[in-house]
């Protein structure tokens, strides 16, 4: 079976623009989450997304949001781009909401913000 | 705020020693807890996982944690470590949110096994 994929897997921004990340769950798995890893704040949960809907929400500002599409596929966007953005962005994807299925971690994205 | 903390932020052990890995929570409610890892170039992947029963938890080679609610403590062991368990090891709990639930994760411990 193959695992979660992530595109793209490196990105490079300025300040000011926005940017999208894509998520493809595993196949069968209805949820997405998201999650940002910095070495300064670790890792920090962005939101999930179950059947199209998001269901649980971290402490993020509006600036970051996300959908989910039919197939499960996920996207998350982040607009107006901060220097404090860049990290690594990682998605989980399982079979069921909430996260007490196990949770199976994509690669990530890597986002730097020049 | 509910928070995860771990301890020992980097940790040395010979081949054979036995490995203790600490992990506080600070969230009062019922609890949700787990122990991912992330092998160097590899995905994250949980370890394990607790959320009711026996406080003692088993989980993939030969890891095991331990529920202490009076201490609300999650601490995860192994009795003799090898090479290959050289990793990042990271604590987590489900904490409610504004927004629902979140999985709040500790900041990591790094392990190093040496030969």
């Known amino acids: 079976k193959a695992g979660v994929t992530q595109t793209p897997r490196y990105l490079i921004k300025t300040r000011g623009q926005q940017v999208t990340l894509s998520c493809s769950p595993i196949?069968?798995?209805?949820?997405v989450s998201w999650y940002q890893q910095t070495p300064g704040q670790g890792l920090q949960f962005l939101f999930e997304?179950?059947?199209?809907?998001?269901?649980n929400k971290g402490n993020f500002p509006g600036r970051f949001s996300g959908r989910q599409f039919s197939n499960s596929r996920s996207e998350m966007n982040v607009s107006t781009l901060e220097l404090g953005d860049s990290a690594l962005y990682l998605c989980?994807?399982?079979?069921?909401?909430?996260?007490?299925?196990?949770?199976?971690f994509g690669p990530g994205t890597r986002l730097t913000v020049l | 705020a509910q928070s995860v903390s771990q301890h020992n932020h980097h940790v040395i052990l010979s081949e054979a020693a036995s490995l203790e890995l600490g992990c506080n929570y600070s969230?009062?409610?019922?609890?949700?807890l787990f122990w991912y890892v992330q092998y160097p170039g590899q995905h994250l992947q949980l370890l394990l996982k607790?959320?009711?029963?026996?406080?003692l938890v088993k989980g993939i080679k030969g890891f095991e944690a331990e529920f202490i609610k009076s201490k609300f403590s999650f601490n995860l062991r192994k009795p003799s470590v090898q090479w290959s368990d050289t990793a990042e090891y990271f604590c987590?709990?489900?904490?409610?949110?504004?927004?629902?639930?979140?999985?709040?994760f500790g900041t990591g411990t790094q392990l190093k096994v040496e030969l």
């Open positions: 989980a994807s399982s079979s069921g909401q909430g996260f007490t299925d196990t949770q199976y």
């Open positions: 196949s069968g798995h209805r949820s």
């Open positions: 997304y179950f059947s199209e809907t998001q269901r």
């Open positions: 969230y009062g409610g019922t609890v949700n």
């Open positions: 607790y959320f009711s029963g026996d406080p």
């Open positions: 987590a709990v489900i904490t409610p949110t504004g927004g629902g639930n979140k999985l709040t």
